[in-house]
């Protein structure tokens, strides 16, 4: 069956368009309910959101759809997407659902949902729930629940405060902040309130930034995809770094003293160092397609694995799973410490780079150079809906030279995108013009052959 309503990172679109309307969402709740509606025990799902103004009008759709099938609702309210994972386990929830669109601009919005052991669902999963929406519930095990047996919903007060106490309870217990000033960039988004009580309470004198919510301002001008507020008030504070997370706090983006950037890339090879040293690393370190060759290098050197994915934090937790492995992320800044949670988590990964600098007494500007990063170009060639340019032989022969050319010191990814009609062509290689050149031919065919 063909996707229809599921992308990579669960639902997501234009707040009150298809499918992102209290309509599709109620469905989707309906279908959610009946299938993991198991057992004759009370049935219970966890809701969480960031600050979206569009939050308003899919937690009742949501909820509903859940009272329907005679499963209890926690409403969370605002909260990161880790906590929603982490909570879902911890409550012994049969369903976790998350609403926000991430990074997105508020306009848009998305539905994640979280099975009862906390991580994301399959695609085998989702197609399940999706076939449920198209073909509705049927009599028997997926009706809607009797009137006597509908559920109910409440509001979970103390939702923060739990997430807070298991994440500070990742930092190591013999170390503290204190005395180290921190910029935390919260992006208005989820965690808006919890992030900046995480670092005081460890000690530390924080700075917060973007942490005024307004239902329109999530991600605007701040957060991981926008860092540039954060690096301002690290220099303007003499701050000794920043961190900036996005709309729903599973990204992490650092910037050091001087408000130079650390990417994802350098905090997985910061934590893989540490964690190696310390005897805790298990596996190899797995991370997608697009972690540059630099992070590959790196890590060869200290005799640690590099296991490259599909784009998307979910396929990251999938290979981690599969081979035990503790330690995944990508190059956006999602880092996946498998020893704490099951996706992932802006704070804990901040605690986890804050633990090495604190405990090594080394500025960020040193501990965020770990390898020299080989230069990597992306570009996204657009075309239309109905074109099919990965199919057309003048793309495939680009492609086939551009490999060779970049054979033995670099490497060529060709992506397209899973919700819009765009390929990413991405190169990389230690001679930077060969890249660029790279790049311009592979767009130009998919470019020429999308105009056919």
């Given at each position: ?235 303007a504070h003499g701050a000794a770094l920043g961190l900036a997370l996005d709309g729903d706090a599973d990204r992490l983006i650092v910037c050091d003293e001087a408000g130079e950037l650390v990417d994802g890339d350098q905090l997985m090879a910061l934590i893989a160092g540490s964690w190696a040293e310390a005897g805790r690393l298990k596996g190899s370190v797995v991370a997608t397609v697009m972690s540059n060759l630099g992070l590959e290098r790196f890590l060869e050197t200290r005799g640690i694995g590099l296991t490259r994915t599909k784009v998307g934090d979910r396929y990251v937790v999938e290979a981690m799973r599969a081979s035990d492995c503790n330690l995944g992320g990508e190059q956006s800044g ?119």
């Open positions: 069956m063909t996707r229809k309503y599921f992308g990579t990172d669960g639902m997501r679109g234009t707040a009150n368009r298809w499918p992102i309307t209290p309509e599709v969402t109620l469905r989707l709740a309906m279908a959610a309910g009946a299938v993991f509606r198991r057992g004759d025990h009370r049935h219970r799902v966890v809701i969480g959101k960031d600050t979206r103004l569009s939050g308003y009008m899919l937690e009742p759709a949501l909820t509903a759809g859940f009272i329907s099938m005679g499963m209890d609702v926690m409403l969370l309210g605002p909260l990161p997407t880790p906590a929603v994972a982490m909570l879902t386990g911890s409550m012994r929830a049969d369903l976790g659902v998350m609403i926000s669109a991430s990074h997105n601009p508020y306009q848009d919005n998305g539905i994640k949902l979280f099975g009862p052991d906390g991580y994301k669902l399959s695609d085998a999963m989702e197609s399940e729930i999706e076939a449920l929406m198209e073909n509705g519930l049927a009599d028997g095990p997926s009706a809607p629940a009797a009137p006597q047996a509908l559920g109910r919903a409440q509001r979970l007060e103390d939702a923060p405060g739990r997430y807070i106490e298991f994440v500070k309870a990742t930092f190591p217990k013999t170390l503290r902040l204190d005395g180290l000033k921190i910029v935390v960039d919260c992006a208005h988004g989820a965690a808006y309130r919890v992030a900046p009580v995480v670092f005081h309470e460890l000690g530390a004198d924080v700075i917060p930034v973007a942490v005024q919510p307004d239902g329109t301002n999530i991600n605007r001008d701040c957060g991981a995809t926008a860092p540039r507020a954060m690096r301002e008030q690290v220099v999602h880092i996946v410490l498998g020893d704490y949670g099951t996706t992932g988590d802006g704070l804990v990964a901040a605690l986890q780079v804050l633990a090495v600098m604190v405990a090594s007494g080394r500025p960020m500007s040193e501990l965020g150079r770990q390898f020299q990063p080989v230069p990597q170009l992306l570009n996204n060639v657009r075309f239309a809906r109905d074109a099919r340019p990965l199919e057309s032989d003048l793309v495939r022969d680009a492609i086939e030279a551009g490999e060779a050319r970049l054979a033995g010191g670099g490497r060529l990814v060709i992506r397209p995108s899973g919700t819009e009609p765009v390929i990413r062509v991405m190169a990389e290689g230690d001679d930077a013009g060969l890249v660029d050149a790279v790049v311009a031919d592979v767009s130009k065919a998919i470019e020429a052959a999308a105009n056919v």
